[in-house]
Nanobody, 115 residues
Framework: QVQLVESGGGLVQAGGSLRLSCAAS????????MAWYRQVPGKKRELVAYITSDNSTDYADSVKDRFTISRDSAKNTPYLQMNNLKPEDTAVYYC?????????WGQGTQVTVSS
């Protein structure tokens, strides 16, 4: 069973940057969609950014022009570059990979932005 593990989270001051990575424990084939989500306790998990197999991307309005999603085409995993971080970006961030066979989710990495 392939598992996803996020890394790169941590504590950063407002205005700082972090780069999230997502590693897969094995090979994932026929991927057509990768994304990053985030969740704050007591709130619904929200889509932050996604990238498709043809490199189309989209972002939540709250992160546009600050976050950039990219992918490792060989490993079929996404990255998330987060710049100009704000306290409201504080959340647990999850990577998500969708293949034609199933969905994969990571366990999450905490991002905390101090003011």
């Amino acid at each position: 069973q392939v598992q996803l593990v996020e890394s790169g989270g941590g504590l950063v001051q407002a205005g700082g940057s972090l780069r999230l990575s997502c590693a897969a424990s094995g090979s994932i084939f026929s991927v057509n969609f990768m994304a990053w989500y985030r969740q704050v306790p007591g709130k619904k998990r929200e889509l932050v950014a996604y990238i498709t197999s043809d490199n189309s991307t989209d972002y939540a309005d709250s992160v546009k022009d600050r976050f950039t999603i990219s992918r490792d085409s060989a490993k079929n995993t996404p990255y998330l570059q987060m710049n100009n971080l704000k306290p409201e970006d504080t959340a647990v961030y999850y990577c998500h990979v969708r293949s034609i066979y199933r969905d994969y989710w990571g366990q999450g990495t905490q991002v905390t932005v101090s003011s």
